[in-house]
């Protein structure tokens, strides 16, 4: 997905996204981000960075062209508060956390199947080897579990957070309008920093980056 950074805004759109962006990035008291405009048809926007005060904020041509300024502006109050929650950050460590975890935890599951089961004395032998694969297999499933859950949690802050810049109204139209649109997800690499996605059920629903939209919405209508 090719990003094209503002760096001199060209036309009243691309001033409008840069002045919108940086009075966000002010109230939420974070550095400016970079801004980006990608090529899709699709209604979509991503916040991505290495910290809160080192980050990107782009959205599509789709969405430009197909929600309204307030709608808009929504969309970019939730996408400097994920920069400003630091959720790019968040979400890395908790993989790079719980992947370390999944990695000791199925090797101390190997070693004690080895020893106490297979009475194995020296070194490792066959059993060790094969429980640490399956373990590693179930554990990371769970882990993925978890993960997802900690990126959707993540997702109802950010409407919090889009909310208090753009406010609630407008945050609100927007997902409506998201979910009119059923918009498509970003790539597999992107789609947990991209203000679209969900809409799976059942199992699915348990590695799932974002909520339903519907609940999304329900949440900042309940919300006093």
Same mark, same amino acid.
């Given at each position: ?67 309204? $300024?307030?709608?808009?502006? #929504?969309? &970019?109050?939730?996408?400097? @508060?994920?920069? +400003? ?5 968040? *979400? /890395? ?74 406010? $609630?109204?407008?945050?609100? #139209?927007? &997902?409506?309008?998201?979910? @009119?649109?059923? +918009? ?5 690499? *992107? /789609? ?33």
């Amino acid at each position: 997905m090719g990003v094209q950074v503002i760096e001199t805004p060209s036309n009243s759109t691309e001033f409008w996204l840069m002045e919108t962006i940086r009075k966000y990035s002010a109230e939420a008291g974070i550095k400016m981000p970079e801004v980006g405009i990608f090529d899709s048809p699709d209604v979509n926007a991503f916040a991505t960075g290495m910290s809160k005060n080192s980050s990107l904020i782009a959205v599509s041509s789709g969405l430009l062209q197909q929600m309204t $300024r307030e709608e808009a502006e #929504a969309v &970019l109050g939730h996408e400097v @508060a994920h920069a +400003a929650n630091g959720d790019m950050v968040t *979400m /890395a460590l908790i993989q790079g956390v719980i992947n370390t975890f999944v990695m000791f935890l199925s090797r101390v599951i190997g070693h004690l199947v080895d020893r106490v089961v297979f009475k194995t004395e020296r070194g490792h032998g066959p059993a060790f080897f094969v429980t640490m694969i399956i373990a590693e297999l179930v554990l990371g499933i769970l882990a993925s579990i978890i993960v997802m859950w900690f990126s959707r949690q993540r997702e109802f802050r950010a409407d919090r957070g889009g909310a208090k810049l753009a406010g $609630r109204g407008a945050m609100i #139209a927007a &997902l409506e309008r998201l979910n @009119a649109q059923h +918009a498509a997800p970003l790539p597999d690499k *992107m /789609a947990a920093f991209g203000i679209a996605g969900g809409g799976a059920g059942g199992l699915r629903r348990l590695f799932m980056t974002h909520p339903p939209l519907t609940e999304r919405i329900a949440a900042l209508k309940a919300a006093q």
